[in-house]
């Protein structure tokens, strides 16, 4: 998809924001040892940083062949 190429500022912020956002969720939810929510939470800052990933990688995915 182009779009990721096209608008690499749009990009970046939303990298540092779930960057940011998942280690600070994975930390708070890592201090609430024994308690679900701490669990909750770091399963949230998990799938923040899995995002981000995703999003820093779609832009040098292959484009698929068509037969």
Same mark, same amino acid.
């Given at each position: =998809? #182009?779009?990721?190429? #096209?608008h690499? %500022? !749009?990009r970046?912020? !939303?990298? +540092?924001?779930l960057? @940011? +956002?998942? &280690? +600070? =969720?994975?930390i708070?939810g890592w %201090? =609430?040892?024994?308690m679900?929510t701490g669990l909750v939470w =770091? !399963? &949230?800052?998990l799938v923040c940083l &899995? @995002?981000? !990933? +995703?999003?820093?990688n779609?832009?040098f #995915?292959?484009?698929?062949?068509?037969k």
């Open positions: =998809m #182009e779009f990721w190429k #096209e690499v %500022k !749009l970046i912020v !939303l990298l +540092a924001v960057f @940011a +956002a998942g &280690l +600070a =969720m994975i708070g %201090k =609430m040892t024994g679900i =770091m !399963l &949230l800052g &899995l @995002a981000a !990933l +995703a999003i820093y779609k832009p #995915e292959n484009p698929k062949r068509k």
